[in-house]
């Protein structure tokens, strides 16, 4: 039975990495894909581990090559998800969880229509500006701009199939554990299992 793929995608800020990240770490049948991208480590971030930190021109190459499975440019930098790295988990029956924005959830859903996609989003605007300031890892006027693409962000959730609203970490990351537990309960997941009992 092949894997299946889980989409995360969320405006920044609203808590998807760390969601995931409490995701992965409670479910060893699930693994996380590393997406390419050439935009610069920031401080801790190993090549990788968080990302596979590539130039421009070995995006492009790669690119167009057809080596991703889908990608996008987000705040001038391109990321992309090997499309070799995903088939080969999911014919070995691994769950894949990818973190991309909605554009690569678009792409994605095209050549893998039974992908379950998940948009979180955070309680409201004022509170998603507050833990982008929080963080600390931008200037005042990245900040702006990230949150005027979140609004176009938002303008995107009724394209997936879940909606979880990061107010409360530990809910939302129950809420997203058990989304991917009632995927996997689906008949179609389900019948290679059972198929002998009721032939």
């Given at each position: 039975m092949n894997g299946?793929?889980?989409?995360?995608?969320?405006p920044s800020g609203a808590g998807k990495s760390s969601l995931v990240a409490a995701l992965?770490?409670?479910?060893?049948?699930?693994?996380?894909?590393i997406s390419h991208t050439t935009r610069p480590p920031r401080p801790g971030e190993t090549d990788g581990k968080e990302y596979h930190f590539v130039s421009h021109d070995t995006f492009r190459t790669m690119q167009s090559?057809?080596?991703?499975?889908?990608?996008?440019?987000?705040?001038?930098?391109?990321?992309?998800?090997?499309?070799?790295?995903i088939r080969s988990s999911l014919e070995q029956g691994r769950d894949v969880v990818l973190e991309i924005d909605w554009q690569?959830?678009?792409?994605?859903r095209t050549l893998f229509p039974d992908s379950i996609s998940v948009f979180i989003l955070p309680p409201s605007l004022d509170a998603l500006r507050e833990r982008l300031l929080a963080r600390g890892k931008d200037p005042l006027p990245v900040i702006e701009r990230r949150l005027a693409?979140?609004?176009?962000?938002?303008s995107h959730e009724n394209e997936f199939?879940?909606?979880?609203?990061n107010?409360?970490?530990?809910?939302?990351?129950?809420?997203?554990?058990?989304?991917?537990?009632?995927a996997?309960?689906?008949?179609?997941?389900?019948l290679p299992r059972y198929a002998a009992l009721i032939r």
């Amino acid at each position: 039975m092949n894997g299946q793929i889980f989409i995360i995608a969320a405006p920044s800020g609203a808590g998807k990495s760390s969601l995931v990240a409490a995701l992965v770490a409670s479910d060893p049948g699930i693994r996380l894909s590393i997406s390419h991208t050439t935009r610069p480590p920031r401080p801790g971030e190993t090549d990788g581990k968080e990302y596979h930190f590539v130039s421009h021109d070995t995006f492009r190459t790669m690119q167009s090559r057809g080596e991703f499975l889908e990608s996008a440019e987000v705040y001038g930098n391109f990321y992309g998800t090997s499309s070799a790295d995903i088939r080969s988990s999911l014919e070995q029956g691994r769950d894949v969880v990818l973190e991309i924005d909605w554009q690569g959830a678009r792409q994605v859903r095209t050549l893998f229509p039974d992908s379950i996609s998940v948009f979180i989003l955070p309680p409201s605007l004022d509170a998603l500006r507050e833990r982008l300031l929080a963080r600390g890892k931008d200037p005042l006027p990245v900040i702006e701009r990230r949150l005027a693409v979140a609004r176009e962000d938002l303008s995107h959730e009724n394209e997936f199939d879940y909606a979880i609203i990061n107010n409360e970490f530990a809910e939302a990351a129950k809420d997203l554990a058990a989304i991917v537990r009632a995927a996997r309960c689906q008949r179609s997941r389900q019948l290679p299992r059972y198929a002998a009992l009721i032939r």
